[in-house]
T-cell receptor, first 113, second 112 residues
Framework: IAGITQAPTSQILAAGRRMTLRCTQD?????MYWYRQDLGLGLRLIHY???????GKGEVPDGYSVSRANTDDFPLTLASAVPSQTSVYFC????????????FGPGTRLTVL | GENVEQHPSTLSVQEGDSAVIKCTYS??????FPWYKQELGKRPQLIID?????GEKKDQRIAVTLNKTAKHFSLHITETQPEDSAVYFC???????????FGRGTSLIVHP
């Protein structure tokens, strides 16, 4: 894979539907993150994972859940999508330890109608 | 928690001019300050970073300065080119953490 990937690239979703955004990295990074990007608001952290088996809440976690069953994968689930979750979602990873570069995935553009 | 303010939100310059983007942070325990560039429709990518034990770092046409006393850091781009047009994000990470706090971004437009 060589890096970090996300799927799908884009998705249109009816409100109330469940959706899982996928994120996979092959860099053996311990830490992974999910951000949403909205115009004028920058990158806002939704959830993060320090290492496999652990997760934590970011700035805007409501309506989202994550799991980290292994090092490579970090899926983000919207249990019941709402229009305010329309956004571009970026997954990122970094080596464990403070002060390390984040590597971002290509993003998923999600529209909730 | 950490708070990062970034200014300006939009910056328009002529090709060849210099551009400066400024960020302030609130937590004196922050010790790592990366800058990311995001071209239209693309992912953010690190362009330069600085740690609290240095005051300035350069990489060709870009440089970052850090003033720990005033708690602000700046990105300087000299001899701007159209391909520098992008959104730039600053961030700060508190010592011992691995979660950056991002500024809201600066949209840099370089006119040919």
């Amino acid at each position: 894979i060589a890096g970090i990937t996300q799927a799908p690239t884009s998705q249109i979703l009816a409100a109330g539907r469940r959706m899982t955004l996928r994120c996979t990295q092959d860099m053996r990074h311990n830490a992974m993150y999910w951000y949403r990007q909205d115009l004028g608001l920058g990158l806002r952290l939704i959830h993060y994972s320090n290492t496999a088996g652990t997760t934590g809440k970011g700035e805007v976690p409501d309506g989202y859940s994550v799991s980290r069953a292994n090092t490579d994968d970090f899926p983000l689930t919207l249990a019941s999508a709402v229009p305010s979750q329309t956004s571009v979602y970026f997954c990122a990873s970094s080596r464990q330890g403070a002060g390390n570069e984040q590597f971002f995935g290509p993003g998923t553009r999600l529209t909730v109608l | 928690g950490e708070n990062v303010e970034q200014h300006p939100s939009t910056l328009s310059v002529q090709e060849g001019d210099s551009a400066v983007i400024k960020c302030t942070y609130s937590d004196s325990a922050s010790n790592y300050f990366p800058w990311y560039k995001q071209e239209l429709g693309k992912r953010p990518q690190l362009i330069i970073d600085i740690r609290s034990n240095v005051g300035e770092k350069k990489d060709q046409r870009i440089a970052v300065t850090l003033n720990k006393t005033a708690k602000h850091f700046s990105l300087h781009i000299t001899e701007t080119q159209p391909e520098d047009s992008a959104v730039y994000f600053c961030a700060a990470i508190v010592r011992g953490s691995y979660i950056p706090t991002f500024g809201r971004g600066t949209s840099l437009i370089v006119h040919p």
